[in-house]
C-alpha cells in the first residue's frame, strides 16, 4: 500500500515513500536529467551525508533511505538480517516503481558493497555503477588494510589534540551495540575520513555534527556474518563501471580501488588525489564531473543499443 503523498510521479522532486510488508521505504528525489540511484553506507547510516548538490545539477539523484535507518523500516530481526541481498531486493523493487527501464546505481562505502552485489545479481536494472570508496572483500584482510591505514593517519597527525578522540572512536568500535554509540563512533572516527578534516575543521565541523545513524550488526538473521568476497564474480561483470576512491581513503582506499579496476572488465578508475572517504565534499566539482560523464557515456551506449 502506498503511503499518500503530494507528488504526481515516482520521480518528481521531494520525498517518497511505500511500504513493502509492513516496512517502510522512503527515498528523495532531487535535480533532472538521467536517473541515478544512491545507495548510502554504514551499514546504518541516514542517507543525508550523501547529497551532491553539484551532481543534482546533471542528473535526477535518487537518494535511498536504506531500510533500517529509521524505526518504521526497520526488520522484524533488526538489528540483524541487513544483508547484501536484502538490500538489493529493497532495490529492485524501488528501481521497478521508477518507471525507467534502467537507472544508474552508486553506492557509497558499505553502499557500494551492495551496488556490487546488485549489479552482480540483477544486471537488468543497471545502466551503470559507480563503486565509490566500496572494495573486492570484507573480513581480515580488509581489516588488516584498514588498520594499516589508520596507522599511517596516526604517524602523520601524531602530537595533534583531536587525534585521542579518533582512537577511542575506533577502540570502541567492535564495542557498538546501539544507536547512540554508533552515533558517537561515527562522529568520532570522521576526521580520518578526510585528507584534511583538520585543516577545514570551521567547514567541515557541521558535516560531522549533522550525522545520524542506526546501530546494524552486519549480521544475518540467524547471527553468521554476511561476509564479502566478489573476487571471482566481478571478473565477469557485464555492467559498465566506474571506480571512484579518495587517496587518503582509510577503510576502503586506493589498494581496494586499484583491486576493483583490475578485476572488473573495461572499469574506469578515478583516484581523488586531494580525498579521503568522502570525495563528494572534498572534491565535489571534480567527483561530480567524473560521474556526470560517465551516466551521459553510458546512457547514451544504452540508449544507442535498445
Not at 20 to 31: C, D, L, P, T, W
Not at 210 to 238: C, H
Request: proline share 7%; charged share 20%; glycine share 12%.
Amino acid at each position: 500500500m502506498n503511503t499518500p503523498t503530494a507528488h504526481t510521479g515516482p520521480l518528481s522532486p521531494g520525498t517518497h515513500s511505500y511500504r513493502i510488508g509492513g516496512i517502510v521505504q522512503r527515498y528523495h528525489v532531487h535535480g533532472s536529467g538521467p536517473v541515478c540511484v544512491a545507495h548510502s553506507g554504514g551499514p546504518g547510516i541516514f542517507w543525508d551525508y550523501l547529497r551532491m548538490p553539484v551532481l543534482e545539477e546533471h542528473l535526477t539523484m535518487v537518494y535511498v533511505e536504506p531500510v533500517g535507518t529509521t524505526e518504521d523500516s526497520r526488520l522484524p530481526s533488526h538489528p540483524h538480517g541487513y544483508t547484501r541481498e536484502r538490500y538489493s531486493r529493497f532495490l529492485e523493487t524501488l528501481v521497478n516503481r521508477l518507471g525507467v527501464s534502467k537507472v544508474h546505481l552508486l553506492g557509497h562505502s558499505h553502499g557500494a558493497f551492495v551496488a556490487a552485489h546488485h549489479a552482480l545479481h540483477r544486471p537488468g536494472q543497471v545502466a551503470g555503477v559507480v563503486l565509490y570508496e566500496g572494495a573486492p572483500v570484507t573480513g581480515p584482510e580488509h581489516g588488516a588494510e584498514a588498520g594499516r591505514r589508520v596507522e599511517a593517519f596516526v604517524a602523520k597527525h601524531l602530537g595533534h589534540p583531536g587525534l585521542p578522540g579518533v582512537l577511542a572512536a575506533f577502540d570502541a568500535m567492535p564495542g557498538i551495540s546501539d544507536d547512540e554509540q554508533t552515533v558517537a563512533v561515527a562522529r568520532g572516527v570522521l576526521p580520518s575520513y578526510f585528507a584534511d578534516y583538520w585543516g577545514d575543521e570551521e567547514r567541515l565541523a557541521p558535516f560531522r555534527d549533522a550525522i545520524r545513524a542506526t546501530y546494524i550488526s552486519g549480521l544475518d538473521e540467524d547471527l553468521t556474518p554476511d561476509v564479502i568476497d566478489d573476487r571471482a564474480a566481478l571478473k565477469g561483470l557485464e555492467v559498465p563501471a566506474l571506480v571512484v576512491v579518495g587517496r587518503h581513503g582509510v577503510i576502503c582506499g586506493p589498494r581496494w580501488a586499484l583491486e576493483l579496476d583490475e578485476l572488473i572488465p573495461d572499469s574506469q578508475l578515478l583516484v581523488l588525489e586531494n580525498s579521503g572517504h568522502m570525495g563528494h565534499i572534498e572534491e565535489p566539482e571534480l567527483f561530480a564531473g567524473a560521474v556526470r560523464d560517465f551516466v551521459l557515456q553510458t546512457t547514451t551506449a544504452h540508449e544507442g543499443s535498445a
